[in-house]
């Protein structure tokens, strides 16, 4: 039987990579880096071989999807920051089989679902971020759950979060479930990115407050009244994909039943006007 062994939301910012190479960001994101290796770490030690990431770099206008080849392997350039992500090479082996149990699941649930295993389909870099610093931890399979979700609810999000978990379960697998994106996500404006220092700063004082309050909730376990607030934070703090992927990994912990202390691995800190950090959610 398998289990999610570990669940975490987890930043992308592409000034991760930007921090290894030279130039003005360098050794700026050295946190967040030590903080996605330390989650590989703890998940490693708990006998993880998989990872599900639910991205919200991947848009969907219909239907829930999920990318579960059998093998990620290319060069990838980002359409949005090509300046910041460019011929980065990735090879990761999938895991199709979850896969495809995590798509008949959410479908038998009412939310319809398809797996793809195409060769053409790239992994988007809210999963190839994350996946560059774990896999120098540990080395998973990866299954990437599509999580900027334009014309879905996040009852429907809860439900695929709900699907991963039987699938998981029905399964011999050990997994990390990840809900790859930021807190608040309002970028700033491109007129005002250079005078306000940008990369570093956040975009709005009331969306830095609301982050804060809600890491305390997190790490106090008050998940039940963060949930009655999650619809109004992601619209009035314009959370990343409309916070589709933290509805998906709350569906697969118990929803408000979920009374885990949280743990933050990396302080928060502002990138490009929003809110980010790596917390973990234990299981």
Known sequence: MGEIV????M???????????????????QAAIDGHREIARRVKALGADTVVICDTHWVINAGFHINANARFEGLFTSNEFPQFIQNLPYAYDGNPELGDAIARAASDMGAYTLC????????????????????REHDMKVVSVAAWATVHDHDESRVVGEAIRAAVEASDSKVLLVASGSLSHKIWAN???????????????????????????????DHATFLKMLGEYAQFCCGEGSMHDTAMLYGALGWDAYAGKC?????????????????????
Request: net charge negative; no cysteine.
């Open 6 to 9: 570990l669940a975490a939301k």
């Open 11 to 29: 930043t992308h910012v592409p000034t991760m990579l930007m921090s290894e190479q030279d130039g003005p960001v360098r050794g700026k994101r």
């Open 116 to 135: 793809h295993q195409l060769d053409s389909l790239e992994l988007e870099y809210g999963t190839l971020v994350p996946m560059r610093f774990m896999s």
């Open 191 to 221: 007129k005002d990115y250079a005078a306000n220092n940008g990369t570093f700063t956040i975009s709005s004082e009331f969306n830095r407050q609301m982050d804060l309050h809600v890491l305390e909730m997190w790490q106090r376990g």
């Open 263 to 283: 743990e933050v691995v990396t302080d928060y800190f502002p990138s490009s006007g929003t809110g980010q950090t790596n917390v973990i959610f234990p299981v």
